[in-house]
């Protein structure tokens, strides 16, 4: 009987491991495609904020822009320099028949920008590793952000046979020639009765983020947000009954094609095998170059509102504003995406699910509403440069479309906690507030995690991996 018993429990005991090890085994496989799907090349991002240090609220938008992040769509390219003055002292309302114009002021500040800065030179520097000192490139980067085979390192020169130049041709159609640079002019609009004595309260508490900034970036542009010090980063209380912020929103692109990749690679080129003589030649060169440059795309002015809960509005102001000041500079990116097809990204379906539905991990953030249709691109390689044929199109299913959008879980969460009260409290007022708030919200759930799609064509075609582009977007998302 003991015999027995034992052997049942070695069994159990057995049955268990193995489950275990069946369920690690089968977390780990879930990683990796995680890991796998996010493999997939982005478009790469240099963000910068045109100041106006004199107007309202300056210091805000100045420490504020710091901290948000390249959006997750899209490579970090950011350089040095995250800010300009503009030669305005305050903000002005640019007249709509000069914007983008060579009347525009904020395009004539950044056109003088880009150019007494050589940023697109820099920009090219980043992508291949360029050493200050010695001149060296490499092309590290570039095999981290294509997803390019290890062997690959060894490659170092324009003349590199076979897969190498097929690789470097590849580089500069996909990665190199789709780097972007956006120039982002915020403007704080204050709705409530207290913005005087709000305003003062925010200059005084931002004078510490106006030295971290300067610390950080480099930048003395950041240094004069104030002059008082004392009150901390993001303790300064919410004086408003509400606040949007307009942004206007100015994109360019790197030039980049065949002769200018042969030229840099035959004039510029150094590496540990140049000689001395070829090297000081070829570093000069390319110190002082205009071989590179950057092409006006165009413009979007949008807005974003704090529209959110009783309780998210008891948050520090900064906090509410970083909300705010990120949902606009998204919104903006997904409207210049609307306008200018080379902006678009492409990002991979996520699963296929058994009933014929699919999963992307895109939502409100990137635009997607229940009139957005998606083409599903496959790649074809066979030229040895990468590109897209459509094989299918997409469109989201009502009721599943995911609320990605900055701080949205969280304030899904508030939003909660605000009609449990408002209910128990019995107030219609409150409760009336509570479903206004929800309803400005829009149509996404932040307890999704992807959109669900239904297939409107080539469901034989279409697999985990692919990739999908917007192609037409009806409707807007605040």
Known sequence: ???????????????????????????????????????????????????????????????????????????????????????????????????????????????????????????????????????????????????????FDAIERADAEGRGRAMLADAGFELIGKTFLTANDITFIDHGENSGKAAGGIKQGFAIAGRLASAITGEDSFTELGDAAGTTIGTIANEFAGYKVNIITYLYRLNWNEDIENTFYSEYWIDENTGPEERDRRKAAFENTDLFSLSYVGHTVTSA????????????????????????????????????????????????????????KIGLKEGVNENSRYEVLMPDMSSGVTRYKKVGMLKPVPGKIWDNRFGALEEAEM????????????????????????????????????????????????????????VTIKAENN
């Open 1 to 151: 009987m003991k015999r027995l018993f034992l052997g049942i429990t070695l069994l159990s005991a057995a049955f268990l491991a193995s489950a275990q090890n069946l369920d690690s085994l089968q977390k780990k496989a879930k990683v990796l495609q995680d890991e796998k799907i996010e493999q997939y090349r982005r478009s790469s991002l240099y963000q910068i904020l045109v100041q106006h240090p004199d107007a309202d609220y300056a210091p805000t938008i100045d420490s504020v822009f710091l901290m948000v992040g390249t959006p997750d769509k899209f490579n970090n390219h950011d350089l040095e320099t995250k800010a300009i003055t503009s030669t305005a002292k305050k903000a002005k309302k640019v007249k709509e028949n000069i914007r983008g114009t060579e009347k525009d002021p904020n395009l004539i500040d950044v056109n003088e920008f880009i150019n007494s800065h050589a940023v697109a030179r820099d920009m090219v520097a980043k992508w291949f590793g360029r050493d200050p000192v010695t001149g060296n490139f490499n092309i590290d980067l570039i095999v981290e952000r294509g997803y390019y085979d290890a062997s």
């Open 305 to 360: 509102e704090n529209l959110s809960s009783k309780t998210f509005s008891r948050k520090p102001l900064q906090e509410q504003f970083l909300k705010v000041c990120t949902r606009a500079i998204d919104k903006a990116i997904v409207e210049l995406q609307r306008e200018y097809d080379e902006f678009k990204v492409n990002v991979p379906i996520y699963a296929v699910n058994d009933d014929g539905t699919v999963e992307v």
């Open 415 to 470: 939003l909660k906690a605000d009609r449990a009260e408002a209910e128990a409290s019995g107030s219609e007022e409150e409760l009336a507030a509570v479903e206004a708030a929800e309803d400005a919200d829009g149509e996404g759930d932040a307890y999704l995690t992807s959109t669900t799609f239904s297939i409107i064509s080539g469901a034989n075609a279409i697999t985990t991996g692919l990739l999908i582009r917007e």
